[in-house]
């Protein structure tokens, strides 16, 4: 039963695993320090920093069109139906250089190609979710058209970046669903005309 704090929970755990997985070495070589961030494109308007990092930015949010009228498998027919909902992110490095550009983001896709679910157990808790759920982080692919709308649309000149979907986020209703029972029964008295 994941409420409205879902989107963010959503974004925040894969910032979450992504930071607290990253390796210090990797086949004996250092890896460049990196920092972890979900951004808003409030964040992406302002100045930025060229230390090295890797931003999650969420630039569109779309209803899953396989979910329209799915139940979950334990819900009762007349249960309200939750809100199926696809999110679509952008991965983008930051560094100085191209050594630390490459090498983080290259890390970062191969972590999400290994795990690409994240359940329950790995979604942060202010969501509610249930113990059943799971979203699926899926790479999308963008035309070079859409890449540069989208960072025409944002103020820092075009980074390097790949696109990811999680999928299938469920937004439960936060309403009484008692006081909105449908009408099961009606009385009707049926009767025969005396003609004369």
């Given at each position: 039963?994941a409420?409205?704090?879902?989107?963010?929970?959503?974004?925040?755990?894969?910032?979450?695993?992504?930071?607290n997985?990253?390796?210090?070495?990797i086949?004996?070589?250092?890896?460049?320090?990196?920092?972890?961030e979900?951004?808003?494109?409030?964040?992406?308007?302002?100045?930025?920093?060229?230390?090295?990092?890797l931003?999650?930015?969420?630039?569109?949010i779309?209803v899953n069109?396989?979910?329209?009228?799915?139940?979950?498998?334990?819900?009762?027919p007349?249960?309200?139906?939750?809100?199926?909902?696809?999110l679509h992110?952008?991965?983008?490095?930051?560094?100085?250089?191209?050594?630390?550009?490459?090498?983080?983001?290259?890390?970062?896709?191969?972590?999400?190609?290994q795990?690409?679910?994240f359940?329950?157990s790995?979604?942060?808790p202010?969501a509610?979710?249930?113990a059943?759920?799971?979203?699926?982080?899926?790479?999308?692919?963008?035309?070079?058209?859409?890449?540069?709308?989208i960072?025409?649309a944002?103020?820092?000149?075009?980074?390097?970046s790949?696109?990811?979907?999680?999928?299938l986020?469920?937004?439960?209703?936060?309403?009484?669903?008692?006081?909105?029972r449908?009408?099961?029964?009606?009385?009707?008295?049926?009767?025969?005309e005396?003609?004369?």
């Amino acid at each position: 039963m994941a409420n409205v704090f879902a989107i963010h929970s959503v974004g925040n755990s894969i910032v979450t695993f992504l930071r607290n997985t990253y390796p210090t070495q990797i086949g004996g070589r250092d890896m460049p320090a990196c920092s972890f961030e979900l951004t808003s494109s409030n964040q992406l308007a302002g100045d930025i920093e060229e230390t090295t990092r890797l931003t999650l930015y969420l630039y569109r949010i779309t209803v899953n069109e396989h979910s329209r009228q799915t139940r979950r498998a334990a819900a009762a027919p007349d249960s309200f139906l939750p809100l199926g909902l696809d999110l679509h992110y952008l991965l983008t490095a930051w560094a100085g250089n191209p050594l630390d550009e490459q090498v983080t983001l290259a890390w970062a896709i191969r972590q999400l190609h290994q795990f690409p679910i994240f359940d329950a157990s790995s979604l942060s808790p202010e969501a509610g979710w249930a113990a059943d759920e799971v979203v699926q982080l899926i790479p999308a692919e963008l035309t070079t058209e859409d890449v540069m709308r989208i960072w025409d649309a944002l103020e820092p000149a075009y980074r390097i970046s790949v696109s990811y979907i999680a999928r299938l986020v469920r937004l439960d209703p936060d309403v009484d669903e008692e006081q909105f029972r449908p009408v099961v029964a009606a009385r009707f008295a049926y009767g025969t005309e005396a003609v004369d």
